[in-house]
């Protein structure tokens, strides 16, 4: 019985520690700071749209704001909005998060004309 109880709470445990370690764009246990691409090439973009401009938006998480207010939109329409857009290039997303209910920020990050 005693060696059941150990198992259980090791595994319990490890899963606790372990989550988060791999590169994602959603919130990790502990802490995560990751990039990644979502859409288009570097040289040439899924468009004909040259990188001459660049927009961000973002959504922010917390525990103290999370029933009332997330901080912003995070959308690509924001983006481009911000970057005064027409045209998208390419479009890339990045998460940055501590103790994941404690802070989290998503941003969508649009390149283009």
């Known amino acids: 019985m005693k060696d059941i109880r150990n198992f259980f709470i090791t595994t319990i445990a490890a899963t606790f520690l372990l989550t988060g370690c791999a590169s994602t764009p959603l919130p990790a246990l502990i ?49 481009m909005k911000d970057g005064k857009i027409t045209r998208i290039a390419i479009v890339d997303k990045s998460a940055f998060s501590i103790l994941s209910v404690v802070f989290s920020r998503e941003c969508v990050v649009v390149f283009g004309e």
């Open 31 to 79: 802490f995560n700071s990751s990039e990644h691409h979502v859409s288009g090439s570097p040289i040439t973009g899924p468009t004909d749209a040259k990188i001459l401009k660049s927009g961000k938006s973002c959504s922010n998480y917390s525990i103290l704001n999370w029933l009332f207010y997330s901080g912003g939109e995070g959308s690509i329409e924001e983006a």
